[in-house]
Each structure stands twice: as C-alpha cells, then as structure tokens.
C-alpha cells in the first residue's frame, strides 16, 4: 500500500544509493549471439577486444552470469558528485493532460553533460585508470558523450582525444567549447592526424564528415597510441550494465514508496538509456514477478526497432566493428539531414534487441514535430527544458496518459528523462518557425540500408 | 557537535523546505534610506509605485518589519517543483586545493533558467497572478532573468512581453530561444513598439541597445496595457526577499549537520544573490550570535561596492526608475565590452549597500581572467560549468581555501553557486583562444560614471 504523503521530487539519501549495478543477461532466459570477428568469421574473444578496450570493460561485456556487479568505491565517489538523480512526479503535466494516470520521470539531466552519458562515462574512465591507462580516445556527433567523458577524464585525470564530426563541431561551437573547458583535445573529423581521416579526406575533400569515419579514428589512434583504449558510449552491453544505476535507482525510489510501475517507457538510439532504466524491472518480468508494459520510442525517420531487421551487422559505418545481431536498418542507411532529434544510431543495443524480440517489450516510432510539440508542452508545465532525444519518451507517456483518460484508468506511467536541451536550440527553433518537417522512409529508402548489411545471416 | 556523516551532497526533503522568506531589514539596526521619487524629490509612497509594480510586491518592497514572510501555499507548489537546492560538499575542489579548509556550495543553477533567478521569478508572477492581472513585462540582457520570468510565465498561465537588448538577442539567439520556448513574446530592444524606443530609434539608428533602454520600453508597456505590471529581477527589496530562500534553506541544511560557517561568500551585480544567501546568517551577525564574516565578489571592471559611491541614484540608465541609496558607480556607468563575466550593474541593492557600508560585509574586487582559472578549475574537480558571474564567487572562496593552507585554519567556507554557464561559452572560448583580457576602469573612466549622478545628496 502506498505511503500517502510521495513528494514531488524524490531524491535517495546518499546510502540509498545502490550499491550494484544489475546484468539483466544474468536473467534473461536466452542470451543474445555473440558478436563474430569480421576477418574470422568466429565468435569475439576477450582477447580479440582488448586491444580496443580495457580490460574490465571486456570482462563485463562478455559476462551474462553476474547478476549484480559491485559499483567500485572509486567510482562510487563519483557517483556520490552527480547522484542520485531525481525521481519525479510528473504532477503537472498530469494536471494539464487532466489524466487519472500517475505520470513519474527519472530525470539524468541535471549535471554538466546533461545526459545519462556520465553514467557510464565515469565508469569507462574509472576503470582505463585503474588499468594504467593514461590516454583514452572516443568519437562524438551532438556532443553528449563527448562532454560527459571530457568531465570524467578531467576529473580521473586521463588524457582525453575526441573525434567530433566536424560538421556537428562547426555547428555547435559551444559544445566543442565545453569538451575543451574540461581539458579534452578536440579534432574535427575527419581530420589530417590519422590514415583513416586522410584517406577519406583524399576520397572526399570538404566533407562534413560521419560519425563512422570519427570511430575510424578514434580507434585507430587507441590501437596506435601506448596505454590508451577506445570508449563508446552507447550499444554495448558494458555500456548497458553500467545505466542499469537509472533503473537501480528508481526502484529503490519506488519501493520505498510502494509505487508498481504499469508502463516504462524510453527513447531509444543505442539504446543505453532505454536499457539501463528497464533493466531491474524486466528482470522481474522475466521472472513473473510483474506484468509491466515496457516501450521503447524510436524517430520515425530512424525506426530500427520497429521497421528493421534483426540482423547480424557493423556497428559503425566505417564497417570495423566486431558484427553484432540487432535491430538494423544497416549500417549504410543514413538519417534524412532534416531529422533534428537525436537517436540517429543505424542499429540497436544486443540486449535491447534481443529482449525485444522476444517480446519482452513494445516498441513505436514518433515524428519529430510530434515529439516537440510534446516537448514544449512539458516544458511550459514541469519548467525542464528536455532533449529532443528525451522528448520521444514524452511523447509516448502523453499518449498513454491520454489513453488512461479515455479508459478513465489510473496507470502509474514511468518514463525516462534522460537529458536536457539547452544545446539543441537550433532544433526548437526549427520546429518553432514551422521549418521542421516530417521524413518517414520509404521502403525504398530503407532498401538501401538493408543492402549494406553483411551477408552472413 | 558535528554529525560525523555529512553527506557530499545535502538535499533537504520537501518537508524541511523554509515555509518563510526572512526579511534582514526586519533585524537591521539602521534602514536604507528610502526611495525619493525624482519628480517630487519626496520618498516614495506605495501610491506611487503601484502604477508600475504589482500590489503584493509594493507591501513587500515597502515592510521593514515582517522579519518571517509566508510563502503562499500557490507559490509552495512551484518551489516544490525545481527546490530544495542541494548544498554541496566541495570535497574535490579542497582535495585539489590541498586545503584544511572545508568547502560547501549552495547550487542554484539546477533548473532550466540556470540560476537562482526563478526563486523571484515565480514569486513575482504568483503575487501578479493573484492580484488578477494578466500580463507581465520586463526587460532582459543576458538572459538569464527572462528565461526564469518565461518560465513562471508559462506555469501559472501569464503573457509575458520581453524587452531584450538588440545586441545580445542577436549574439544569444539560443537564450532567445528558450525564451520563446516557454512562450514569451520576445522584442529586441530598441523597437518600435514604443515611445521610448522610437526615440531611442530615431537618435541612434543601429544602435544595439542597452538595459536602460528595455526598462524604459518595458515599464512604459506596462504602464499602457490594461492589467499590466512590470518586473524587475534584481536590486530591489522584495527581490532580496525572495531570494532569501537560498540563505533559509541554507541555513536549515547546516544547522542540520551541526556545521557553522565561517566565512560566506556571494558574487555581487545587482546584489540579489548574495543578498539572499546571506540574509539569515548576516541577521545572527548584526543580532550578535555569529561572528561570521561575509565577502560580496565584484568584477574589477564594474566595481561598485570597492570603488563606487554610497549616493542616491537612479536604478536605470534611462533615469526612470526612483532614486535610491546604494553604492553605485553612477547610472551613466558602462563597463568596458570586454567585461564578459555578468555583472555589470552599475549599482547594488540598497539593502546589501546599507550593509556593507554600516561594516558587517567585506567586498573586494577581481579580474576577469582570474574568475575564468577558477571556473575552469572548479569545473574539472567538482564536474559542474559555473557561471561566470558565480565564478566571481569561487575565485574568492578559493582564495579564502588558500589562505588556510597557509595559516593551517580548518576554516568553514560556503559560497554561493548561483548558476550554470552552458549560455556563456563564448566567454569560455574567449578565456581558452586568450582574446579575454582585463580591464579595471581608471579613476579618470569612474568620474565619468559619478559625473551621471543625480544632485541631490
């Protein structure tokens, strides 16, 4: 039965801050295929990722038997910097939908990166320090995981190498501004410092550049480079693990409370966010100890979930990854340029896939006026400004408050809030002077990404 | 006796949030003089402001002696929505010190506004609410306030009309942006909206604009709309009582750990801030139950309270506003355009001039490349993007760390942080590329200002 008097905001103390990270793998009936070695054809050794990787970051990866993995002390510290995040009700937003739905959002935005993305970012850094490491390098598009790992590499005091896509790095000088407040050499992509950046520089002199060939040299200078790893911030199942303190958190939060979630919903790119909020309580859908609705929102413009293929394929469009089996719509398919809302990622997190597929969880995809027009909404009420990424996860919670409206149902809808917007002004303003516009792919359209997929299914 | 635990970050629940604003004028053994109204050379009675401010916020500004305030229930709700504010340990910022000292910050910036503006934000548009009006004005140079008043704006259901200096709506069209977002009617100022700013038009053609210049279109709205009123954001009494509620909540969280401060910091422009943090405990000090010592930051280049004058003078540019009684660097006072720290009011609030210049307060002043080393220290270490108008504030309390590593003096530091700086990267990119440099007006720049000084005194 639930305490009567819930705040609006509820914060955990600092000792209720779990402990754990939670493996949802640890619970999952079937594990996802493991990732295969381009050149080998054969499943991914630890020894095949180290290279690029550190090695308790491989260790995680490849690890589907912890359940719970112990949050270091010396990332706890961290931790304790920048959480818990807030567990909010939604308390007037409910108001202005006039729904019976109980509307709560984990909101991850409240720090400097204002994203979820520090999550994992201070654990990857956390760990290439205790390794020894002295030098990491990543790759970043908007600039969200850049920013979060600059802050964890100053703070751990790593050195750090972005590759920003160069066209996102002269669009958004701020950001590049910030990854280099926090001491982060920043190299628009692509660039003359690596045979990859050259080679597509000779190709295609004046290009904009593509997440892809950042990746390219990223990883490129971490395998050239002594004492350094490549760090992603997304898809993976160790970037996965580490988000799970979302989910760990809000059901401390909610428990204490006695509040049962009826419907968690999140947006959904990578699928980082989406997967770390959901972990804990899928776990125990898995293990018919809920019936709780789970959806993952997804852009219209880039549906992998929902009009992808469950498919072995790259990770990047530079085609260097190990092949994993996910939700793709190929690595060659390319958002259209006027898609301004984030979640642009060609593939789908593996645990992500594979829960979905087996029908742990819905999915739907939203157009992008839709989701701003859900995002201003929320703003005007609950006075948070959100990402736009973030925003498709409103959109979905409106729509099922609507529903509940219709119903008359007293749902308890949770959904991820996973970041703020303040460097996505562009984007608000497009949708504000009426010149955003909606792109749904044809089937031709997709076509042509499912024929870069790889031909090995 | 201190409770050995002290959380890094303390969070007081919904319930421990202040339930009253404390009026320091209450406890003052001397009031400020009172305002004088220009045409009548006569201290201003509340007939005469009524026109221009709402009702509740004349009582406010005129109440010397309502020590406790109630913040309305309607209010209460709002608060809720974005308080308490944490109060935070700056354990890694004393670890990078190498101090003896300890280190606390209140962090006002954790909402979309980015500042601690909203906390009279909200309480301005609640009160105009409540009196039925149904349309609000004011002016805005950074930003910062407008963005915190469109956000009230937005919540309890108010039109709001902003007067924006030309020049900073066209450098910060994001700011401008996120204003819109929450619904505001943004004007570049000056426009041809108005009398005052056709004026202005008609003189300077091309001009950019000023602060002085949006008052005038501002109040001159107000003052022509039906149920209308203008708002002011800093300087004012009933400001400082609003913001009261960071010094109450502060006051609270420390009282809870047993922690007494010793020295207290607050950067200082129009003096809102600072006089808000310090309001309770400076109440202890003049009541002699503390000795704690209290430090407003000013920029050397706009240095008011360090170099000023105590003498009546008009809050405005523009010469509208009432005279009042603080120290100030003259009305015709322009800070040099490569000042880019904020801060460039060239008076201060009547209440925190009457107590500095009766000894209860310190100020010193800094240069602008300094605040920067310290925003960009502060920044790695304890992971959030300051302001640089709260940089002002860091850069003292660092000095302050400092000076006990010397002496050995296991001093308590607070200090307030009062916003974030995600709108101020130019400033940033400035500082990094070295094009910032410092400027400190000569004594020949300051009789200019004092030359613009009403001849009253």
């Not at 776990?283 to 992998?304: D, H, L, Q, Y």
Request: hydrophobic share 35%; net charge neutral.
């Amino acid at each position: 039965m639930k305490d009567k008097k819930i705040p609006t905001r509820i914060y955990l103390t600092e000792d209720e801050i779990p402990k754990f990270w939670y493996n949802v793998r640890a619970d999952m009936k079937e594990q996802h295929d493991p990732f295969i070695h381009p050149a080998t054809g054969k499943p991914c050794t630890a020894a095949d990722l180290e290279p690029v990787f550190c090695k308790e970051l491989v260790k995680q990866e490849l690890d589907c038997t912890t359940r719970l993995v112990p949050i270091p002390d010396g990332l706890m510290e961290f931790y304790k910097s920048t959480r818990p995040s807030p567990l909010i009700r939604a308390r007037f937003l409910e108001k202005e939908l006039d729904t019976p739905a109980e509307i709560y959002y984990k909101f991850e935005g409240n720090n400097t990166s204002g994203s979820h993305k520090l999550n994992s970012a201070a654990a990857q850094v956390y760990y290439a320090k205790e390794e020894g490491l002295t030098h990491l390098t990543t790759e970043t598009g908007a600039g969200q995981w850049g920013t979060a790992l600059s802050m964890a590499c100053a703070f751990y005091g790593i050195d750090l190498t972005v590759y920003m896509v160069k066209v996102s790095s002269e669009q958004k000088p701020f950001r590049k501004a910030v990854i280099e407040t926090f001491g982060a050499n920043l190299i628009p992509s692509p660039s003359n410092t690596t045979d990859a950046g050259r080679k597509i520089l000779k190709e295609f002199p004046g290009t904009g550049g593509s997440l892809g060939c950042a990746i390219s040299e990223a990883v490129e200078v971490a395998l050239k480079t002594p004492n350094c790893r490549y760090v992603l911030g997304s898809v993976l199942d160790h970037v996965v693990l580490h988000q799970s303190i979302i989910g760990q958190e809000c059901k401390v939060a909610l428990d204490k409370y006695g509040i049962k979630p009826d419907i968690i919903i999140g947006c959904a790119g990578g699928g980082s966010n989406l997967g770390g909020l959901i972990a804990p309580f899928i776990g125990e859908k898995i293990n018919g100890k809920s019936n709780t609705r789970f959806i993952a929102v997804e852009p219209a413009s880039c549906p992998s979930l929902t009009r992808g293929k469950y498919a072995y394929d790259f990770g990047d469009t530079g085609k260097m990854t190990p092949l994993m089996r996910m939700y793709t719509l190929g690595s060659g398919f390319i958002p259209s340029p006027n898609h301004a809302g984030g979640l642009r990622y060609h593939g789908m997190s593996p645990i992500v896939s594979k829960l979905y597929h087996d029908g742990y969880m819905e999915a739907r995809s939203v157009k992008q006026t839709e989701v701003f027009d859900a995002a201003t909404k929320f703003a005007k009420v609950e006075g948070i400004l959100p990402a736009p990424e973030s925003s498709h996860a409103i959109k979905a919670a409106i729509d099922e408050a609507l529903e509940c409206k219709k119903t008359g149902e007293k749902k308890v809808i949770l959904f991820g809030l996973s970041g703020t917007g303040y460097f996505d002004m562009s984007a608000y303003m497009s949708y504000r002077d009426k010149s955003m516009t909606d792109y749904i792919p044809t089937d031709e359209d997709l076509r042509k990404g499912f024929d870069s997929l790889p031909k090995i299914d």
